[in-house]
């Protein structure tokens, strides 16, 4: 089927919903400017490891490397800013109960508009003491790459970036809430992740298992793409608006 016929399909199955779960990945924030993980020759750890730089040791041997490529990240985020993915994922909530779980840190979904948001790997824009775990929110602007590195107001250690590094637990609220959701939803849609990394692909496994109707977003196919109820090959910023539109012309009300 075309990607048209499956955004035909999909805007049908979303219609007849009542209650979406959107299950996102770096791939919505990709039309930001901002590099996905692990596409070769473009994705950020085709140039670094993820050893080098995502981890508690990489922040404990050089924490000047690992907050430079946080800044880094943080000025590109500023300067994407929200594209027409998140404005459209955020525009479903005229039509249905919409909650987003995102393996997203860059908050761009709930800077779009939408109002239920659990970010399973954290937000880059929270520093967060390494040791008592205080927390100071950054506004969203261009990072000062040259500013000295921040430490806790409250004991004096070293902040980190407010994200979940390899090898660290998620937080158990945002992982609870998107498995509870998958128990009360009727329709969820993947958008924009390879399904790689766990616990977050063990939530779209879940969904390809259950009751609910499954719509993936992806240019490429992934793992999952066989299973799901609607591939659509497409990207985020033309695939989600897409279905937007059709949900409008269908006059699906909440
Ligand atoms: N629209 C939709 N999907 C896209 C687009 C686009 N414009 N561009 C790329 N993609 C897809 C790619 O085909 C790929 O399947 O987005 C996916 C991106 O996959 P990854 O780079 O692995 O990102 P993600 O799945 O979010 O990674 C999960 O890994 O490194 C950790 O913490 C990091 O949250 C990240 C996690």
Redesign the pocket.
Known sequence: MTATSMIEAAGRALADSRRLLVLS????S??SGIP????AQT?L?AKFS?QDL?TPEAFAANPERVWAWYRWRRSLIARGGVNP?HRAIAALERHLDVVIAT???DGLQSAAGSHDVSEL?GNIWIDRCSACDAEHRQPVAEADDDAELPYCDACGARMRPG??W?GEMLPVNALERAQAELERCDCVLV???????YP?AALVEMAVAGPATVIE????A?SVSAAVDAHIA????KALPALVDRLDGLGAAR
């Open positions: 990945g770096a791939g919505l990709a039309e996905t993980f692990r596409e994705g750890w993820p995502a993915g393996q997203n840190v790997h994200v979940v390899f958008v924009g992740t390879s399904n790689q990394v977050a977003v992806n240019p490429q992934t497409e990207t985020a910023s």
